[in-house]
């Protein structure tokens, strides 16, 4: 397991923004497929949208438009910026990444411990 740490939520009117972060720490990592999931309370877990180390992005329908997913490999990080939000959106969201080491060659997929974001007036 590679840590995860999430960070950027909170209370935010609907229209309003935030942005999402997603750090990977320690060692020596190549991190492939990164994405944003989201649970609301009663609800499965849902993919938000994902980003290829290529670049290359998938978004769930509800986010098209409003949601932009980016990274950084250099540092490790993903984030997400979320634009336009309604009271749909709130839901703890969760950062998953999966990759390799560059020493080992050991796969691993990790998940980030969460943060809430809630959208209301």
């Known amino acids: 397991q590679v840590p995860l740490v999430e960070s950027g939520g909170g209370l935010v009117q609907p229209g309003g923004s935030l942005r999402l972060s997603c750090l990977a720490s320690g060692g020596t990592f190549i991190f492939n497929a990164m994405g944003w999931y989201r649970q609301a309370p009663g609800k499965q877990r849902e993919l938000v949208a994902h980003i290829a180390r290529d670049g290359s992005t998938n978004y769930a329908d509800s986010v098209k438009g409003r949601f932009t997913v980016s990274r950084d490999n250099a540092k490790n990080a993903m984030y997400l910026q979320m634009n336009s939000l309604t009271p749909e959106d709130t839901a703890v969201y969760y950062c998953?990444?999966?990759?390799?080491?560059?020493?080992?060659?050991?796969?691993?997929?990790?998940w980030g411990q969460g943060t809430q974001v809630t959208v209301s007036s």
């Open positions: 998953n990444a999966n990759g390799y080491s560059a020493i080992t060659g050991r796969t691993f997929a990790s």
